[in-house]
């Protein structure tokens, strides 16, 4: 029995030491059999996940409610003020919105949204996945923003008033889409579509847009009214036909793309639509609001297009309650407006003699005023940004490339008249066909002569392109607004790599050109123009926070050249009117001619350290004739006289500050021909007088005083012309010489 348990117990004992050591009958699995295993367990998450998902999803879908657009539709409005944040310079147009049931919308605009917005409309689920996966997407990495692609997408995401772009906002977007599909009929989503669009002038709703653009009832409203209306929807902003001849003009375009489409898809007549097509309908004036009178509603557009190019959308910037804060300041906009309307010549009204004004501060770009020209009531056209042809105040870019390039302020250039261009071409003249022989760059500058600038144009390595590259970094937009726009407006229309370039016949606005030369002021650091400082939400949230970023354009040096020459300008050159501020003064006169050589533009910009102003002359269209229209067409005149004026107000109570002297920079010239003129001569010495010979007494003889050490000053002759010659302000003339290739328009580099 002893034995038996022993035995037991040493059986048992021999059990549990076997049982801790690895069994010997199991064998490492196959890969088969982990793939399978693998694959088990990723179907049993995937089936959790799901079941997650689908959980999450009819939660959401319990949870999220189709809102009112009626009630959603209560916003708070934008206000704007001055630089200091408490002076209201306005607020947005309260928003316009009369719902009317689908029966009272016209058929042509029911029918014509769907033929070019979305043709699929009454057969389709009503959202587009792909559409909504791929504007996520775009949206998520930064790209531009992707808007819905249905129509009931589109009517989801103006009830969401909520801008914001975010995975979870895509979410409750998809959601909402769905539900709309599933409890709405299609034309319950239709009607509530045309009932909450906007159309742009604060217009919410096809009722709202018919008043707001045809001064009638939806409808009332004909084809033509009706298609011009869908084509206006696609892009409020930029198709208002009252914005001028161009935005028309892309309307026009949007607008026979409606006509189109509706008559593919058989919802108009093919006869109606070519009667239809050849133009748009007549918009009759509309009455504005009264908070936009004056220069108010050139502002408060200015501030809106701002915004929206932030990435702002209309609903924010009409209903968002946004507390936007600007960089103009009180004292400039009254000194633009009053200086301009001091010095118009009596009896030319704004409606066709457009004055335009802008001021910037040199070192951060802040418009700090503007005179846009004609009350907003009258015309929404804002030649402060408009602009028109720079002529001569263009040359300062063109000497800044020059230097640069290796010439220095005492090398010579051909000033006579006229000047043969190589290779054939229309001659360059100087203003009266005068001649001035060999020149440096101080005296072309003063005297503003165009033939020495075309000289100086040809005589750098691909100079235009040189040029416009200098243009560029200093300020002035290309011809095509760059990948990472900047200006006030972001282009300059016909800023062309031409021979002559420098004469200014492309499109500058006034804003733009002050900016140029706030750079020259600022030692040549410069910085983009801007107008908006801050934008805080309803919430108190900043969405927005300016932050002054500059960079060197041209060397200090070379700026403080140029200015030198600026400053000679109005020393004793073309600009003498502004020795009237009693500063320290650079600047150029301008004018230029168009097409037919007729003058079209006159200026005057010029700057001290603390601020730099543009004005600028234009008639009617823009391009018109000022010569024997008004009484004195030159830049040295009006434009120069107005530039006093605006700067003795806005300078009123500020220290008077210095310019800086030439800094005579030293270079190599890139081409022969360019030798500085030798000095003067030394003056003769005077003859001493004999005694009277009735004295008896001689007196002695005085020794001649020695002459005077050579000078390196070039003489410089009588700046004032001749009766007979007008002042030497330069107009620009066609050129229709060689074309050398076209500049970088594309970015900002800096100017060699």
Same mark, same amino acid.
Request: with cysteine.
């Given at each position: 029995?002893?034995?038996?348990?022993?035995?037991?117990?040493?059986?048992?004992?021999?059990?549990?030491?076997?049982?801790?050591?690895?069994?010997?009958? %199991?064998?490492?699995?196959?890969?088969?059999?982990?793939?399978?295993?693998?694959?088990?367990?990723?179907?049993?998450?995937?089936?959790?996940?799901?079941?997650?998902?689908?959980?999450?999803?009819?939660?959401?879908?319990?949870?999220?409610?189709?809102?009112?657009?009626?009630?959603?539709?209560?916003?708070?409005?934008?206000?704007?003020?001055?630089?200091?944040?408490?002076?209201?310079?306005?607020?947005?147009?309260?928003?316009?919105?009369?719902?009317?049931?689908?029966?009272?919308?016209?058929?042509? =605009?029911?029918?014509?949204?769907?033929?070019?917005?979305?043709?699929?409309?009454?057969?389709?689920?009503?959202?587009?996945?792909?559409?909504?996966?791929?504007?996520?997407?775009?949206?998520?990495?930064?790209?531009?923003?992707?808007?819905?692609?249905?129509?009931?997408?589109?009517?989801?995401?103006?009830?969401?008033?909520?801008?914001?772009?975010?995975?979870? *906002?895509?979410?409750?977007?998809?959601?909402?889409?769905?539900?709309?599909?599933?409890?709405?009929?299609?034309?319950?989503?239709?009607?509530?579509? @045309?009932?909450?669009?906007?159309?742009?002038?604060?217009?919410?709703?096809?009722?709202?847009?018919?008043?707001?653009?045809?001064?009638?009832?939806?409808?009332?409203?004909?084809?033509?009214?009706?298609?011009?209306?869908?084509?206006?929807?696609?892009?409020?902003?930029?198709?208002?036909?009252?914005?001028?001849?161009?935005?028309?003009?892309? @309307?026009?375009?949007?607008?026979?793309?409606?006509?189109?489409?509706?008559?593919?898809?058989?919802?108009?007549?093919?006869?109606?639509?070519?009667?239809? %097509?050849?133009?748009?309908?007549?918009?009759?004036?509309?009455?504005?609001?009264?908070?936009?009178?004056?220069?108010?509603?050139?502002?408060?557009?200015?501030?809106?297009?701002?915004?929206?190019?932030?990435?702002?959308?209309?609903? /924010?910037?009409?209903?968002?309650?946004?507390?936007?804060?600007?960089?103009? &300041?009180?004292?400039?906009?009254?000194?633009?407006?009053?200086?301009?309307?001091?010095? *118009?010549?009596?009896?030319?009204?704004?409606?066709?003699?457009? =004055?335009?004004?802008?001021?910037?501060?040199?070192?951060?770009?802040? =418009?700090?005023?503007?005179?846009?020209?004609?009350?907003?009531?009258?015309?929404?056209?804002?030649?402060?940004?408009?602009?028109?042809?720079?002529?001569?105040?263009?040359?300062?870019?063109?000497?800044?490339?020059?230097? /640069?390039?290796?010439?220095?302020?005492?090398?010579?250039?051909?000033?006579?008249?006229?000047?043969?261009?190589?290779?054939?071409?229309?001659?360059?003249?100087?203003?009266?066909?005068?001649?001035?022989?060999?020149?440096?760059?101080?005296?072309?500058?003063?005297?503003?002569?165009?033939?020495?600038?075309?000289?100086?144009?040809?005589?750098?390595?691909?100079?235009?392109?040189?040029?416009?590259?200098?243009?560029?970094?200093?300020?002035?937009?290309?011809?095509?607004?760059?990948?990472?726009?900047?200006?006030?407006? #972001?282009?300059?229309?016909?800023?062309?790599?031409? #021979?002559?370039?420098?004469?200014?016949?492309?499109?500058?606005?006034?804003?733009?050109?002050?900016?140029?030369?706030?750079?020259?002021?600022?030692?040549?650091?410069?910085?983009?123009?801007?107008?908006?400082?801050?934008?805080?939400?309803?919430?108190?949230?900043?969405?927005?926070?300016?932050?002054?970023?500059?960079?060197?354009?041209?060397?200090?040096?070379?700026?403080?050249?140029?200015?030198?020459?600026?400053?000679?300008?109005?020393?004793?050159?073309?600009?003498?009117?502004?020795?009237?501020? %009693?500063?320290?003064?650079?600047?150029?006169?301008?004018?230029?001619?168009?097409?037919?050589?007729? =003058?079209?533009?006159?200026?005057?910009?010029?700057? &001290?350290?603390?601020?730099?102003?543009?004005?600028?002359?234009? %008639?009617?269209?823009?391009?018109?004739?000022?010569?024997?229209?008004?009484?004195?067409?030159?830049?040295?005149?009006?434009?120069?006289? #107005?530039?006093?004026?605006?700067?003795?107000?806005?300078?009123?109570?500020?220290?008077?500050?210095?310019?800086?002297?030439?800094?005579?920079?030293?270079?190599?010239?890139?081409?022969?021909?360019?030798?500085?003129?030798?000095?003067?001569?030394?003056?003769?010495?005077?003859?001493?007088?004999?005694?009277?010979?009735?004295?008896?007494?001689?007196?002695? &003889?005085?020794?001649?005083?020695?002459?005077?050490?050579?000078?390196?000053?070039?003489?410089?002759?009588?700046?004032?012309?001749?009766?007979?010659?007008?002042?030497?302000?330069?107009?620009?003339?066609?050129?229709?010489?060689?074309?050398?290739?076209?500049?970088?328009?594309?970015?900002?580099?800096?100017?060699?």
């Amino acid at each position: 029995m002893v034995q038996g348990k022993r035995k037991s117990a040493a059986s048992s004992a021999g059990s549990k030491g076997r049982s801790k050591s690895r069994p010997k009958d %199991r064998t490492p699995r196959t890969w088969k059999q982990r793939l399978k295993r693998f694959t088990i367990w990723g179907l049993v998450a995937c089936v959790v996940m799901a079941l997650l998902g689908a959980a999450g999803f009819f939660v959401a879908y319990r949870s999220i409610d189709i809102p009112d657009p009626n009630a959603e539709f209560l916003t708070e409005t934008t206000q704007v003020y001055y630089s200091d944040g408490k002076g209201q310079l306005g607020q947005f147009a309260v928003q316009r919105r009369d719902s009317i049931d689908y029966d009272e919308m016209p058929q042509f =605009v029911k029918d014509g949204v769907v033929a070019a917005e979305n043709r699929t409309f009454w057969t389709d689920n009503g959202i587009d996945p792909k559409g909504i996966l791929s504007a996520a997407f775009s949206n998520a990495q930064g790209n531009t923003t992707r808007g819905a692609s249905t129509i009931t997408q589109q009517y989801v995401k103006i009830l969401y008033l909520t801008q914001e772009r975010t995975w979870k *906002r895509k979410i409750k977007e998809a959601i909402l889409s769905l539900k709309v599909k599933n409890q709405l009929s299609k034309q319950d989503v239709l009607e509530g579509y @045309l009932n909450t669009i906007y159309f742009g002038r604060g217009a919410y709703g096809i009722q709202a847009a018919a008043k707001a653009y045809f001064a009638k009832d939806a409808a009332d409203l004909n084809l033509k009214q009706s298609a011009a209306l869908v084509a206006i929807l696609n892009n409020p902003n930029g198709l208002d036909p009252q914005d001028g001849d161009a935005t028309a003009q892309r @309307l026009l375009g949007r607008y026979q793309y409606v006509l189109d489409s509706m008559e593919e898809t058989g919802v108009a007549p093919a006869g109606e639509v070519s009667q239809a %097509r050849a133009a748009l309908p007549k918009f009759p004036e509309i009455k504005q609001s009264e908070q936009y009178g004056g220069q108010r509603g050139h502002a408060l557009t200015m501030v809106r297009k701002e915004l929206l190019r932030m990435g702002f959308s209309e609903q /924010e910037i009409d209903g968002g309650g946004l507390q936007v804060t600007t960089t103009f &300041t009180k004292k400039a906009m009254s000194a633009a407006a009053q200086g301009a309307a001091e010095q *118009r010549p009596e009896g030319f009204s704004p409606k066709d003699l457009h =004055v335009a004004v802008a001021s910037v501060e040199p070192g951060t770009g802040a =418009v700090r005023g503007f005179y846009g020209g004609q009350d907003y009531l009258q015309s929404q056209i804002n030649w402060a940004v408009a602009g028109g042809q720079a002529g001569s105040t263009f040359k300062p870019f063109a000497l800044a490339a020059g230097i /640069e390039s290796g010439f220095e302020l005492k090398d010579t250039f051909d000033g006579n008249s006229p000047y043969d261009l190589p290779g054939g071409g229309r001659p360059i003249e100087n203003q009266g066909d005068r001649s001035y022989g060999r020149v440096d760059l101080i005296r072309a500058t003063e005297d503003s002569i165009n033939t020495a600038y075309i000289d100086l144009t040809l005589a750098m390595p691909d100079g235009p392109t040189q040029i416009i590259e200098t243009a560029n970094a200093m300020g002035i937009p290309p011809e095509k607004a760059a990948p990472k726009p900047y200006g006030i407006p #972001t282009s300059s229309p016909g800023l062309q790599a031409n #021979t002559g370039v420098s004469l200014g016949s492309q499109t500058v606005s006034p804003i733009n050109m002050a900016n140029g030369y706030a750079t020259i002021a600022n030692r040549g650091v410069a910085a983009d123009a801007y107008i908006i400082e801050k934008v805080v939400d309803r919430d108190g949230v900043v969405r927005f926070n300016h932050e002054v970023t500059t960079h060197e354009a041209i060397r200090e040096g070379v700026a403080d050249d140029v200015g030198y020459a600026l400053q000679q300008v109005v020393r004793s050159g073309s600009g003498t009117a502004a020795l009237g501020l %009693r500063r320290p003064v650079g600047g150029k006169t301008g004018t230029a001619t168009n097409g037919l050589g007729e =003058v079209s533009s006159a200026w005057f910009v010029g700057y &001290t350290p603390q601020l730099s102003t543009a004005v600028m002359y234009v %008639r009617g269209k823009g391009n018109e004739q000022l010569k024997d229209w008004l009484p004195s067409y030159f830049g040295g005149a009006y434009p120069a006289d #107005t530039w006093t004026a605006v700067m003795t107000r806005a300078l009123d109570g500020e220290d008077v500050e210095d310019l800086p002297s030439a800094a005579w920079v030293e270079g190599e010239a890139p081409s022969d021909g360019h030798d500085k003129l030798p000095p003067p001569p030394p003056p003769k010495p005077k003859q001493t007088k004999k005694p009277k010979k009735e004295k008896k007494e001689e007196l002695p &003889t005085q020794e001649p005083p020695p002459p005077p050490p050579p000078t390196t000053e070039i003489p410089v002759p009588p700046t004032t012309p001749p009766p007979s010659t007008p002042p030497p302000t330069p107009t620009t003339q066609p050129t229709g010489g060689p074309t050398l290739q076209p500049g970088q328009g594309g970015g900002r580099p800096r100017a060699r």
